[in-house]
Every structure is written in C-alpha cells, then in structure tokens.
C-alpha cells in the first residue's frame, strides 16, 4: 500500500518514529538500526510495510529496501511476528542475517531477545533456499561454487574454538575468496585476532 514515506522526523522513542509528510503524522515501528539513523527535526525516507493480522494494523519502516526485505522474508518464517522479526533486525544487519542462513549459524541469533534455539533454526530451515551468498557479502561476488560450504564449515570452526557465532560470521563474510576452508579460517582468525 505505502512504499515508502519521506518526511520530517517529529520524534523518536525506543521502537518507533513519527514522521510528518504532507500534513500528517505517521507512526513507523523501527528496528533499533533504523532509529539509530534517524535524528528529530530531521528529513528522512522510510521505506514501510503495513502489517494487517488479527485486527491489528501496524505500519513499519525500514532505513533502506534490504532491511525491509529481510524483515519481509523473517515474516515468512513459522512462528515469527512482526515483533521477533524487528527484534532480529535491532540486533543483526541484514546481512548478519543473511550471513548467519547462508553459513547454517544458529548461534548468530543468541543475543536477539525472545528468540531460543528451536526458532532460530526454524529460520535458517526455511530460509536457506531464499537467501543468496551475494546478500551476505553486501552485493559482492560470491566467490567458488564451494563458497557457502567452505564458510558454514569456517564458521563452524572458529565457533568450536569459542567465539560467538555473530562475530564468527562476521569474520568469516568480511574474508574475500579462499581456495579452501583452512584459508578461510586463517584470515579469519586474523581480522578476529586485530
């Protein structure tokens, strides 16, 4: 219905922003990413999606598409709402997310409140055919064939030896290309180790 919503922002709180365009003042829930952002007084574009379930109607807006998008496909997965979805997106960019399916790394997911383990892979399952391995590395190239086998093996790896799984995923996307999983925990040891 509203694709996105460009206006003055009147205020911020802890999950939501009012923007004023043309006269009238829409109420946005946001991800703590997206409020981060936003300063009051300020112009900004928010891209929106209107959530209609069980008589409740709520409008949410995004910085930008790739937030919306994922918050779109969270929406998809069994047993996530509006509110676990945000949750997930306060905690995790978009590519943290998409880094932690692509890389089967439910330990990504810990620290977002109100998600346990069960959910977490429930959301890997059911969306590990709709993520691509580019959406994790921001739009790059993917790499070898191998590439995604090679980074849930890399990722596997460095959360064996004690880091958390975001920061082992992180490591592991911010790594270019490797021509096997042994370079690839290397490197991504090194960035880790800085």
Do not use: W
């Not at 379930?53 to 509006?82: C, I, K, N, Q, W």
Request: glycine share 8%; net charge negative.
């Amino acid at each position: 219905m509203y694709a996105y919503i460009r206006g003055t922002v009147t205020d911020c709180q802890t999950d939501r922003a009012i923007v004023e365009a043309a006269g009238v003042g829409y109420e946005l829930l946001c991800s703590a990413m997206t409020l981060k952002r936003l300063a009051p007084g300020g112009e900004a574009r928010l891209f929106t999606h209107l959530y209609l379930a069980d008589g409740v109607m709520a409008l949410y807006g995004f910085y930008d598409t790739a937030e919306r998008d994922m918050f779109r496909r969270l929406l998809s997965v069994t047993r996530v709402g509006p509110k676990l979805a945000l949750a997930v997106l306060s905690h995790l960019t978009p590519q943290d997310v998409a880094a932690a399916i692509v890389t089967d790394n439910a330990k990504a997911f810990d620290h977002v409140p109100g998600m346990g383990r069960k959910t977490a892979q429930r959301v890997l399952l059911e969306l590990k055919e709709h993520v691509r391995t580019e959406e994790m590395l921001g739009g790059g190239a993917a790499g070898l064939p191998a590439a995604e086998d090679f980074r849930a093996e890399a990722v596997a790896a460095l959360v064996s030896l004690g880091y958390d799984g975001l920061s082992a995923s992180r490591a592991v996307t911010a790594v270019g290309e490797a021509d096997s999983v042994e370079t690839l925990i290397t490197k991504a040891l090194r960035s880790l180790a800085k």
